[in-house]
């Protein structure tokens, strides 16, 4: 039973920091791309962060790239989205996807069911 849940949302003022971590379990964690999604209400979702599965690229969109990191521990089954300088505009529900690889054909994504970033003063 293929599983990701997400933790360490919370409200923060701008210019604060948030740790999110997205424990996997019930996969080949260690196979799988790991992406962070957020979506504010009312919006689209956004691709934030993506991390391969060796952890050996990362790739972030401009609104977040310089603030935010994308990390994994494949030993733990975790991976992570540090965040730093957060603005109002970071505010959303956090979600991790892990996407199997390509040739192990239609393998499903793994959703986690995100976790709260609010950003406000």
């Known amino acids: 039973q293929a599983q990701l849940v997400e933790s360490g949302g919370g409200s923060v003022q701008p210019g604060g920091s948030l740790r999110l971590s997205c424990a996997a379990s019930?996969?080949?964690?260690?196979?799988?791309?790991v992406r962070w999604y957020r979506q504010a209400p009312g919006k689209m979702r956004e691709l934030v962060a993506s991390?391969?599965?060796?952890?050996?690229?990362?790739l972030y969109a401009d609104s977040v790239k310089g603030r935010f990191t994308i990390s994994r521990d494949n030993a733990k089954n975790v991976a992570y989205l540090e965040m730093i300088m957060l603005k109002p505009e970071d505010t959303g529900v956090y979600l991790c996807?892990?996407?199997?690889?390509?040739?192990?054909?239609?393998?499903?994504?793994?959703w986690g069911r995100g976790t709260e970033v609010t950003v406000s003063s």
């Open positions: 996807l892990a996407q199997p690889p390509t040739e192990w054909g239609p393998v499903d994504d793994v």
């Open positions: 019930g996969f080949r964690f260690s196979h799988y791309v």
């Open positions: 991390i391969t599965a060796a952890g050996d690229q990362t």
